[in-house]
Antibody, heavy 117, light 112 residues
Framework: EVQLQQSGPEVGRPGSSVKISCKAS????????MNWVKQSPGQGLEWIGW????????DYAEKFKKKATLTADTSSNTAYIQLSSLTSEDTATYFC??????????WGQGVMVTVSS | DIVMTQGALPNPVPSGESASITCQSS???????????LNWYLQRPGQSPQLLIY???TRASGVSDRFSGSGSGTDFTLKISSVEAEDVGVYYC?????????FGSGTKLEIK
């Protein structure tokens, strides 16, 4: 059974960074691209970017290029997103989602990040 | 970026009635290969989104045949033939013709 297990809620101070994990199981981690999606409180879904765990290649939406850094550890089948220079605009739930070639076929449970001093 | 615009539903929708959710893209999602690069997802309250429809009209595995997708290159419809309590949530369309991948703003379905 495919599962994407994300880490727990995070609280970060303005200007700091947080790093969220997404541990994959039930499939070959390097066979699928992993995406990250942001959902601000009460809002819709916003694509952040993807990482190919096999090669480490990445692509980002323009607005997240200076905000997010995607990495992957193939030894632990875990994808990460680091969010830097946190502001209140970064308060949101962040999902990892596997790209099954033409669609997001599996999603993590989401991680709530709260930016607060 | 391709902008996805979704319509609203006349909530609440009576149980057993049909509901149609519209989605419009700022660019045709019809590829030269004949396929339309549009997906539909449902996000139930407190849950992660789940895939309903891909390639505009193909139901995902396990999805009820009460759900159907249709459309042209820029105008799309997700139809729920007979709404049930479990259909409550927010529906999103998403294009994958180009990066960045973009979603509609979501359409909320409430049941009466």
């Amino acid at each position: 059974e495919v599962q994407l297990q994300q880490s727990g809620p995070e609280v970060g101070r303005p200007g700091s960074s947080v790093k969220i994990s997404c541990k994959a199981s039930g499939y070959t981690f390097t066979d699928y691209v992993m995406n990250w999606v942001k959902q601000s409180p009460g809002q819709g879904l916003e694509w952040i970017g993807w990482i190919d765990p096999e090669y480490g290649s990445t692509d980002y939406a323009e607005k997240f290029k200076k905000k997010a850094t995607l990495t992957a550890d193939t030894s632990s089948n875990t994808a990460y997103i680091q969010l830097s220079s946190l502001t209140s605009e970064d308060t949101a739930t962040y999902f990892c989602a596997r790209w099954g070639n033409y669609y997001f076929d599996y999603w993590g449970q989401g991680v709530m990040v709260t930016v607060s001093s | 970026d391709i902008v996805m615009t979704q319509g609203a539903l006349p909530n609440p929708v009576p149980s057993g009635e049909s509901a149609s959710i519209t989605c419009q893209s700022s660019k045709s999602l019809l590829h030269s290969n004949g396929k339309t690069y549009l997906n539909w997802y449902l996000q139930r309250p407190g849950q992660s989104p789940q895939l309903l429809i891909y390639w505009m009209s193909t139901r995902a595995s396990g999805v009820s045949d009460r759900f159907s997708g249709s459309g042209s290159g820029t105008d799309f419809t997700l139809k729920i033939s007979s709404v049930e309590a479990e259909d409550v949530g927010v529906y999103y369309c998403q294009q994958f013709l180009e990066y960045p991948l973009t979603f509609g703003s979501g359409t909320k379905l409430e049941i009466k």
